[in-house]
């Protein structure tokens, strides 16, 4: 017969399984929404729809069917009873050096009184060249397409205008965004921007605010819009400020001051700007959970004063079931800490006094726990370098996160649990609770201490370590039943569980699998947490053995998700290059891993790394692999005229029109040495707003995308005479594949082009002295 404390073990153990369950499945919503659906709600079929018509092809600028999808977004709008405008414009982006003629849509829906507009933001362009968009961001255009007609359809009256833009050219640099804050009347009118982004093709899509001030009144207002599956968090906040990453919105924010919410899903990264970004794979979950946060937001700012959404604090918030949202200012994180730095001295110090703790034995806490830390973090960093090793065909995915990522994530997971129950196995019984806890609890006071003065957004996460001294108090003060203290150390630990684990699966999908040692890390701060529990239930070898057996399954299903198949494509690469100073032609290839049908192109003599620059258009740097003899045939050529070249006070100023090739996509200049431009006018718009050096690592001049028949480039460059720059021209057409000079047939299905390169092309490489 089981004990009492069994039981109530069991039960325990049972509760935080459960949890750990729930706090990934309450990030997505899971109903079906359409069973006698009212017309007036949005339809997640009808969103889907949308998806579907937009994604049929690739449509990246300058392409047939991105035509084609421009004016079935208006059609769609028109239908809607909305007059829409198209905003020709030409674009620059100094920052990621993209150029190229924008069709930004608009549209606008009266308001019944003056004031701030609320502006409705996603763009219509794919990722070039092979990507259909259906995520990134035909799913952002649907959902605002099916949410502006619920809205409609309610007779409901906004206060103030609501803009629409479906901008362009976003995947090229922000273009279209950047076109239409910098030249458009309308701007001045906006006060929220709501943008749709996305990374992936599912998951859950997480809330990231963008403010040039603090995040006060974006966070009150973005609760009391009460969205049914927020996800949502200052951490991500505080992080996503740090980091280099934009969206349309950041034109917004950062050229016209304007703050605004991105809702951006980011899991299935695998197949971001892939041919794999398709309808079939989108994720409907997701897609819902984009109308929710549209239909919350869009029917409480509809009728809410945008002229004040600015505010100067900063707020600590995070997502919790059933609460929705918490939040406090930051001017609460350091008395926080403080708090429980004092709980923590005083508590140490009392158990000393009452003898219910031994220092020696306190401090001897930190062997275990530190070497549970260091092995956890090493297996995962150094695992995942040998998994690379043994499936090489990894590198390949440009993303860092394969097909069966999700599955490693776990079972790195279960391997630092396992771990840890086998180094804890000799201290549950030498030590008491009091002195387990110690060490835990010193680390999570120091990281609580880091976050509160170097990331405070990441304060809430002070959470665990009031749980532990909570847990500690009881321990210190109480003399209650053992199976009550374990039911009750099971729910203080709750809290912590629901708010935590997501991280451990959100840092190697949002920051690639190079950060599986974090989710190590955080996977063994949490499982601290359940101490109390392990320290006072009978059946831990059970549980080992059981993690044991959880590991060994899941690494034997990653193991039998880790090869290629039409399910999961392997990415591979293949450019016909022509040098026209050299007159050379080359096959390149960026694959680290050759395969049968690269291998059948460039043939059995490869020649390692690249016959000119390696990586000239590469968004990780990822260099040219191998190259091999091609065959020589006519090709369109760029012709390149020059039309001034003279010196003014010490500055050379020098100019030509490029006519390129039929079926030009893309131009591409390069530096070829270091040198330094007072500036650069492209079609008579100057570059840059002050002097900028390139250099053979920043060597990218510009990306030029063509989008109309006979369209020329027009390109200035003013530098120090004593100067002598030489560039590279990559003039490139995506239409490798199906040439009948060359012979290259369609991939077969278990292959797709590699995204983040230039790929399927035929380059024409061609040097400048200017």
Do not use: C
């Not at 969103?47 to 069917?65: I, L, P």
């Not at 606008?108 to 968009?133: C, N």
């Not at 900063?314 to 919790?320: A, C, G, I, Q, S």
């Not at 599955?407 to 649990?417: D, H, K, N, Q, R």
């Amino acid at each position: 017969m089981l004990k009492k404390r069994s039981i109530s073990g069991l039960i325990a153990t049972i509760i935080i399984f459960l949890t750990a369950f729930y706090s990934f499945y309450s990030l997505t919503p899971h109903k079906n929404y359409e069973k006698n659906i009212d017309k007036n709600m949005f339809s997640t079929t009808k969103a889907m729809e949308h998806v579907r018509n937009m994604s049929r092809d690739y449509h990246f600028v300058g392409t047939k069917y991105h035509e084609q999808v421009k004016n079935y977004v208006i059609a769609e709008l028109n239908k809607l009873g909305l007059q829409t405008e198209i905003q020709k414009q030409f674009s620059l982006n100094d920052k990621w050096k993209g150029a190229t003629v924008n069709q930004n849509i608009l549209a606008r829906i009266k308001g019944t009184e003056p004031g701030k507009a609320l502006m409705l933001l996603s763009h219509y362009d794919s990722a070039p060249f092979a990507s259909r968009g259906a995520s990134d961001d035909a799913v952002g255009v649907g959902t605002i397409l099916e949410g502006v007609r619920a809205f409609l359809s309610t007779g409901k009256k906004p206060k103030h205008d609501i803009i629409i833009l479906i901008s362009d050219g976003e995947e090229i640099g922000l273009n279209g965004a950047k076109a239409f804050v910098e030249n458009h009347l309308w701007v001045k009118d906006i006060g929220l921007v709501i943008n749709f982004e996305a990374r992936g093709s599912g998951g859950p899509s997480y809330t990231l605010m963008e403010t040039n001030g603090g995040n006060e009144k974006m966070v009150k207002e973005f609760v009391k819009a009460r969205p049914h599956y927020p996800v949502a968090n200052s951490f991500l906040y505080s992080i996503y400020k740090k980091l280099p990453n934009d969206t349309d919105l950041t034109m917004f924010r950062e050229i016209a001051d304007i703050d605004g919410f991105n809702f951006a899903f980011i899991d299935d990264f695998f197949d971001y700007h892939t041919k794999n970004d398709s309808y079939d794979r989108v994720d409907i979950n997701t897609v819902t959970q984009q109308g929710d946060y549209l239909m919350s937001l869009l029917n409480y700012f509809s009728q809410k004063d945008l002229d004040n959404i600015k505010s100067n604090e900063d707020y600590v918030f995070f997502n919790f079931p059933v609460f929705n949202m918490i939040y406090y200012p930051f001017s609460w994180v350091i008395p926080l800490f403080f708090i429980a730095l004092f709980l923590v001295v005083l508590l140490v110090s009392l158990g000393k006094k009452y003898g219910k703790l031994k220092l020696k034995r306190a401090l001897l806490s930190f062997f275990p726990f530190l070497i549970v830390l260091g092995i956890s973090t090493m297996i995962a960093k150094y695992g995942w370098k040998f998994l690379l090793m043994i499936h090489p065909g990894y590198k390949d995915i440009l993303h860092g996160f394969p097909y069966n990522g999700h599955y490693y994530i776990g079972a790195f997971v279960l391997l630092s649990i396992l771990i840890t129950f086998w180094t804890y196995r000799p201290y549950w019984k030498k030590m008491n609770l009091l002195e387990i806890m110690f060490a835990p609890i010193i680390l999570w006071l120091i990281i609580s201490g880091v976050f509160a003065y170097k990331l405070p957004g990441a304060s809430f996460l002070i959470m665990p370590l009031y749980i532990l001294i909570i847990v500690y108090i009881f321990e210190l003060f109480s003399n209650l039943n053992k199976n009550i203290k374990i039911l009750l150390y099971t729910l203080l630990a709750i809290p912590a569980i629901l708010t935590i684990s997501p991280f451990i699966d959100m840092f190697p999908v949002g920051l690639r699998m190079v950060a599986l040692p974090i989710s190590a890390f955080f996977t063994i701060l949490l499982f601290s947490l359940v101490f109390p529990l392990l320290k006072n239930i009978y059946f831990r070898r059970e549980l080992s053995l059981l993690t044991l057996i959880l590991t060994i399954l899941t690494f034997i299903m990653a193991e039998a998700e880790s090869g290629f198949d039409k399910n999961h494509p392997k990415p591979n690469s293949i450019n016909y290059m022509y040098y026209m100073d050299d007159d050379k032609a080359f096959w390149e290839t960026y694959n680290t891993v050759m395969d049968e049908w690269t291998k059948n192109i460039m043939g059995d003599k490869l020649l390692k790394g690249s016959y000119g620059k390696s990586n000239f258009m590469s968004k990780y740097n990822t260099p040219v692999s191998y190259h091999s003899s091609a065959p020589k045939i006519d090709i369109n050529l760029p012709n390149i005229e020059k039309i001034q070249d003279i010196v003014i006070d010490g500055y050379k100023n020098i100019e030509y029109i490029i006519t390129p090739g039929k079926n030009t996509n893309r131009i591409d200049i390069l530096v070829d040495d270091d040198v330094e431009f007072k500036n650069i006018f492209i079609n008579r718009v100057a570059f840059f707003k002050k002097n900028i050096i390139f250099t053979s690592e920043n060597n990218r001049i510009l990306t030029y995308f063509f989008t109309e028949p006979g369209e020329k480039l027009d390109i200035r460059f003013l530098y120090s005479s004593d100067q002598k720059p030489e560039l590279l021209l990559y003039q490139s057409s995506y239409n490798l594949i199906g040439n009948n000079k060359l012979g290259v047939q369609e991939r077969t299905p278990e292959y797709i082009p590699m995204p983040f390169v230039i790929n399927d092309a035929i380059v024409v490489v061609k040097k400048l002295k200017i």
